[in-house]
């Protein structure tokens, strides 16, 4: 049973619960188990102690078997030489190069496969979420088999699987697969035409020499798994929420617009499209950090990544504790930038009310 | 004056819409030729299927060799499926590295196990007595595992793998996360500002890192975090750390519950003069989680993809001991038919999970309606 409402509680009001918050901020009463208020703060600041107890006991706990391990604390560790070698990333990078160097080379290759990830699942998504809602039954099952089987078959699997692809199945760098001309596709990965400045715009080719081929865009078989892992996985989530995004756009929108005379082209760009993109944007936002977060499956596979870097750290120095924090704020600053921008993108699409 | 024409159609007898012409041409004709682009696409998916299919078969199935005899796959040199390593290698695939002559006990749980959960899928089997039955079914599933009793082997947790694993720690961690999930539910739509405001952070914080992350968590720190003397087992620990990641999902799933309620059930509960604990456990909690069960089954199925990842930590689940069966260099290349089958296992449980989900929204659906 709840206790009679007490003094300084306002019990006269009507409205009850925000009659008594109300007067609790006009007269701010004396302690008392008997009004609402009054439990709910004994009930927090018990809480905060538990807590405050709890953490401190983790705390001491961590310093003991700190010290009985003989593991430093601190970050004084990222100014140090790292010592181990990272195959890739646009950040350049070499063993005698410092932790905080190695992290950072391991952040550039998360953003880069995250980014090219989103850039190729984002159209694929698109184009499988009209497909699942083609007139066509063969464009229908085909997308509906996609998605199906990408969505309930775990990621790990789909990496190991294309990182087996990638490293065995494919010929070797001597005699590559020429996807186009100077397009190379081997075991050492796929190499492509790079634009350079050589006095005027030029196209730096890759060829094919004795020792497999060299010069261009090279990308590592590790970098192609990840990203066509990421990309086809995410395709289909991206599906599902284009073609809930078009099925939500009422149909008589598009049967008033035609009635109105409108092109067909027009309807789809000025009708359906603004309206299905306001209910697209918010959950595509979470699929695009959900690719971000999902690139962790790097360590899988071996690719560098900054998960797979900490990981390496971890296994050097044992400060476990420091770079789970950094691998943390990481993707909790990714997490936060995605958000903010996409929700200047949303407003931009969201309804104007008059 | 002429009069307006009678538009409401309130004179006419309601009729049926004419029914749909039938027969299979017409079927055809609406689904592959119906215009011109239409059929432009029937075309190019139709020669691309027509020249896959026989090729996809005959690789598959036609001309796979299904004996795990090691020469007749090295033979086929990748022209076809080579089957046979599923079958020299299924047991270490299925069971990890659970000794060999006991096997017949994770196979035995998993089937217990399996079947409780057929049986109490259907909401008619949702009673009273249904969370009491399924102690003695829990209890016998890790006795079977673990042994040590009525003359069984004792098995190590360490030595558990395949299958059985992946379905302890996905039970385990659903299982612990949905009041895990409901406790911070109700905390982030509590009243006080502390409570609030812990149960958001933490449900963000959670919800914006990796699941690797925590893995981490799980296996680099909790050995820092505790008690010198208390030591947890690697898997425990993993279980622990998944309930902990995973209950900030159920969290807002249970929300997603709370917040489709109307207002005025709280209200009116709390206008009798029922307690919080008692308005909570009496009326909201009841509506909101029969609304968001079908939720729950999805987050059983991903956490099922879930526990994949781990492998990463060097535990030998399912896809963790597909990669033990790949460590043999004789069998190593026939990776491909390795991944199709575990991948076959992961994907018939998913879809019968996320149909089933499916149905059960509909069925609910119905019954919240009547």
């Known amino acids: 049973m709840r206790r009679r409402p007490g003094p300084g509680s306002g019990s006269a009001s009507p409205a009850g619960r925000a009659g008594a918050e109300r007067s609790r901020t006009v007269k701010p009463a004396r302690f008392s188990w008997s009004t609402r208020s009054g439990r709910a703060l004994a009930f927090q600041a018990g809480f905060l102690l538990v807590l405050t107890v709890a953490g401190w006991a983790l705390w001491r706990n961590t310093a003991h078997n700190l010290a009985v391990r003989q593991i430093r604390s601190g970050f004084a560790f990222l100014d140090q030489r790292a010592g181990f070698d990272i195959g890739e990333g646009p950040v350049p990078y070499t063993p005698d190069a410092s932790y905080l160097r190695a992290f950072a080379a391991g952040l550039g290759n998360t953003l880069r496969v995250s980014l090219l990830g989103i850039l190729l699942a984002t159209p694929l998504g698109a184009l499988v979420g009209l497909g699942r809602l083609s007139r066509n039954v063969l464009v229908r099952s085909l997308s509906t088999g996609w998605v199906e089987v990408l969505r309930n078959v775990p990621l790990v699997i789909q990496l190991f699987a294309w990182y087996l692809v990638f490293t065995q199945l494919l010929p070797d760098p001597t005699g590559p697969l020429v996807l186009a001309p100077h397009v190379y596709l081997s075991k050492g990965g796929l190499q492509l035409p790079m634009p350079v400045w050589t006095g005027g715009p030029a196209l730096e080719r890759p060829e094919i020499t004795a020792f497999g081929v060299s010069g261009g865009i090279s990308l590592t078989p590790e970098f192609l798994a990840l990203l066509v892992g990421l990309a086809t996985t995410t395709s289909a989530s991206i599906a599902e929420i284009v073609r809930s995004g078009v099925l939500a756009v009422a149909k008589g929108q598009t049967e008033a617009a035609l009635a109105l005379g409108l092109p067909h082209r027009l309807v789809i760009r000025r009708v359906v499209l603004p309206q299905a993109l306001r209910v697209i944007v918010p959950p595509l936002t979470s699929q695009f950090l959900n690719l971000t977060k999902n690139s962790s499956l790097a360590v899988a596979i071996g690719f560098p990544d900054v998960v797979s870097i900490a990981n390496t750290a971890i296994n050097q120095n044992g400060q476990a504790l420091e770079c789970i924090l950094l691998i943390m704020s990481v993707y909790l600053s990714i997490n936060l930038a995605t958000a903010a921008l996409m929700a200047w993108y949303n407003r931009r699409v969201a309804l104007v009310e008059r | ?370």
């Open chain 2, 1 to 370: 004056m002429a009069t307006a024409p009678d538009l409401s159609g309130a004179g006419r007898d309601a009729r049926e819409p004419p029914p749909p012409r039938g027969g299979p041409l017409a079927w055809v004709r609406r689904n592959l030729f119906s215009s011109w682009a239409n059929a432009a696409a029937t075309a190019v998916v139709g020669l691309a299927l027509a020249w896959l299919l026989p090729r996809a078969v005959a690789w598959l199935f036609l001309r796979a060799v299904y004996a795990p005899d090691y020469d007749a796959c090295r033979a086929l040199d990748y022209r076809a499926a080579c089957w046979g390593f599923v079958a020299e290698k299924h047991r270490l695939i299925l069971f990890g590295r659970y000794p060999f002559a006991e096997q017949w006990r994770p196979l035995a749980a998993t089937a217990l196990f399996v079947a409780a959960l057929a049986l109490s899928a259907h909401p008619r089997a949702w009673r009273r007595w249904l969370a009491p039955a399924w102690l003695p079914v829990v209890a016998a599933f890790f006795l079977l595992l673990r042994g040590g009793v009525l003359g069984l082997a004792p098995v190590d947790p360490s030595a558990w793998g395949g299958l059985p694993l992946t379905i302890v720690l996905t039970a385990l961690v659903v299982a612990a996360s949905i009041p895990l999930g409901i406790v911070l539910a109700l905390g982030r739509r509590s009243r006080m500002p502390l409570v609030r405001g812990l149960s958001t952070l933490y449900i963000e914080l959670v919800r914006g890192v990796p699941l690797i992350t925590v893995l981490f968590v799980a296996s680099f720190l909790f050995p820092l975090l505790l008690p010198a003397g208390l030591r947890l087992d690697a898997l425990a620990r993993v279980a622990v750390g998944m309930t902990f990641f995973q209950a900030a999902y159920m969290a807002e799933v249970v929300r997603g519950g709370l917040q489709a309620l109307p207002r005025g059930q709280g209200e009116a509960a709390e206008a009798l003069g029922l307690s919080w604990w008692k308005v909570q456990r009496r009326v909201i909690l009841p509506q909101a989680l029969v609304l968001v069960i079908p939720s729950f089954v999805n987050s059983l199925l991903s956490t099922f993809l879930d526990t994949s990842l781990v492998t990463v930590v060097s535990i030998y689940d399912l896809t963790g001991s597909l990669r033990l069966a790949l460590g043999d260099p004789q069998w190593r290349n026939f990776f491909l038919e390795g991944y199709l089958f575990v991948g076959a296992i992961y994907f018939a449980s998913c879809l019968a999970m996320s149909r089933y989900s499916h149905w059960l929204e509909r069925h609910l659906g119905r019954w919240a309606r009547a």
